[in-house]
């Protein structure tokens, strides 16, 4: 089993993409990864991972030791009134799963990982594609036109990919009625507790940088319906927030202060992704691209879990296109169980006052808490094949799939 001389294209270097370029190099294939932006983003939070079949794959990769040494150490979540006084503290191990690292931590060990096998361009993406049985014909907005075997669309909730094979994004992407956005900024006062006040539908949240807390990060949550707008138009989404959460008091204004100086400011609307088939011929969708919910608690793992299993099925078919197949029959039941009924948006901003009221009541309660950690631990585990990436092509010590069984216990 081996994807020697077959050329794999994947459109974003996100999360998944470099993990599945990662992979697919593993077994042989020459990838290259088109990112639209500049270099890697760097906005966002801290993302986890739960369980042993996350935790598994990271080792599979190679990385996991160097992510533990990043890790965050799951901060809990402390819910709090506009005066500071608690109302409920969210375990770390819900907050945080068995690994919380920071998301740009995380794609730049993920890029770093791959990079020296795959071929990375960055300020482009696809603008054709033509499907044929034996390639796909791509052409980008700045390189030159290439053919490939097969094409990846990783490139998240907004996928072009998507847009060019499977037709327009409102088809497939489910408005949550929430956005959410996240900036850097200095210090307004806070330490490294994540602290979140509400009012009903909109959320704000701060905590002190770990490494340098002159530093803290915000995250917001409001409510709003659909707006149409370029995703790339970081003015426009700088207005969106600071009317939406104008008025709010706590440490808004200096959030607000600070966003006007934010040079990568994450923002997107809490959605959901459903796509009938994640593939047409020689494309297939990975990640939030085919299958994401914003903040869903398990983009990340479910993310590296695709990764994983769609370069294992390539290549134990030896690149024919039925592996597409397999792998959607192996991932989407994987999926479909967190995704199901998943709204962040209405647990971290509930829209009325009583439904903040009763949402505080309830994780005021020890009971509730527990069962919440239990249940996404138990989401996140699933049987995995071990794919037997050839030993003699691994560039490094990387451990093999078949030692995550030790895993189990941690
Ligand atoms: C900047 C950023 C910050 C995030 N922060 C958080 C967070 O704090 N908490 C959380 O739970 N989740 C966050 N997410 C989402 C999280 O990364 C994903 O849910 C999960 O990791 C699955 O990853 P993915 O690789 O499928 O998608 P993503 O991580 O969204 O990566 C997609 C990549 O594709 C690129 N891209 C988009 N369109 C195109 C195109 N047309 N052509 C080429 N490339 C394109 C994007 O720039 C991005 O690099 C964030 C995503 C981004 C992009």
Redesign the pocket.
Known sequence: MSLEGVRVLV???????PAVAWWLAEHGATVTV????KT????????DFRGSTHLGVLRGMGVLDELTALRTRGGAMTCVTADGREIFTLPAEFAGGDLEVR?RDL?RVLYERSAPRVEYLFR???TGLVNAPDSVAVEFAHAAPRTFDFVIG????????RVLTHGPETDYVRHLDYYIA?WDLPNPGVDTTPLQYNQPGRMASVSADRDDETKAGA?VVFAAPRVDHDWFDTDRHKALITKALTGMGWHVPKLLDGLRAAD?L?F?SISRVRVPHWSTGRVAL????AW?V????M??G??LVGAYVLAGELARANGNPAALKSYEDRMRPYTTRWQRGANPGKFLAPATASGLWLRNTLFSTAFVRRMLVAGTATMATADLPDYQPQNDRRGSTTARWAATSESSSD
């Open positions: 459109s974003g270097a996100g999360v998944a993409g088109v990112e639209i932006a890697l983003r760097t906005s966002g939070f801290a993302v998301r794609s482009d993406r696809v990783a490139d998240g909730l907004h996928s072009g990919v996240g995250l990568d994450y997107d990975l990640g939030d691209a994401g914003t903040l869903g608690g983009g990340v479910t993310g």
